[in-house]
């Protein structure tokens, strides 16, 4: 370079000679950590990918310095993966300056979330003593093109004999099943009850036999049984 002595009495430069020992300057490599990007979504039947994106996430450019990634996750069902980093290249303007930085590479998350499904109950309603109705229901969420199946069934407490009143529909042991290209674990069954109603019987169906129907007179008190039908059931004999 243009290192010279120079005087600083009594240190006079004429008296010597300079010699000189060269040493290095290293220049290490920039260290940086870049990340894949993650992203989630709602299942809807399409891939979820993020294959562009990334960041960094520990270290930093060197200022006018940009990156460029790409990424080879994706997933399609519910669940999650890995958002795989693959390249990563860093230019000073359209000079590629990538050997000049140490990087490590950290993956990012892909992951889809479960779509709800939801079944609704349908009301119903029956006479006092009649077995119960069946219990249907409706559903709706799935993903256009694929039809959901159901194994089980719905329930309720009440029974023939149960008085009357209302009496809730539950979703007893009804549950979701694969039906191609429906899968049962992308969804997650919301269910919405409804009530199953017990109303009065008209009495005017019902007969009343005694027996015997006479007597022969012989001074003491008679108490006949008297029986109460619904058509061929018998409710009550006293």
């Known amino acids: 370079g243009t290192l010279a002595l120079a005087d600083n009495s009594p240190f006079l430069a004429n008296n010597y ?13 920039r260290a940086i950590t870049v990340t894949s990007a993650s ?10 990918t993020s294959t ?23 997933i399609t069902n519910a669940g999650s ?3 795989t980093l693959n390249t990563v290249v860093v230019k000073s303007g359209s000079t590629d300056v990538t050997a000049n930085y140490n990087i490590t590479k950290a993956n990012g998350t892909l992951k889809v979330n479960k779509r709800t499904l939801t079944v609704k109950a349908e009301a119903k309603s029956k ?15 799935q993903v256009s093109g694929q039809t959901p199946k159901f194994t089980g069934e719905l329930a309720t407490s009440a029974t023939a004999t149960s008085g009357v009143g ?26 919405t009850k409804a009530s199953l109603t017990i109303n009065v019987k008209n009495a005017s169906t019902f007969t009343v036999t005694l027996d015997p129907t006479s007597y022969t007179y012989d001074g003491t008190a008679k108490t006949p049984t008297a029986t109460v039908k619904d058509g061929s059931t018998t409710l009550t004999a006293n």
């Open 17 to 29: 000679t300079l010699a000189y020992t060269k040493a290095s300057l290293t220049i290490s490599k």
């Open 39 to 48: 992203a989630s979504k709602t299942y809807d039947g399409t891939a979820l």
């Open 52 to 74: 562009s994106t990334g960041s960094v996430t520990s270290g930093s450019l060197v200022s006018g310095h940009t990156i460029t990634v790409t990424n080879t996750g994706t």
């Open 81 to 83: 993966t890995a958002n």
């Open 127 to 141: 006479t006092y003593g009649e077995a119960n109705p069946s219990l249907t229901y409706t559903y709706s969420g």
């Open 166 to 191: 209302s009496y809730d529909i539950t979703v007893g042991t009804l549950a979701l099943a694969d039906n191609s290209p429906f899968l049962a674990s992308n969804y997650t069954l919301a269910y």
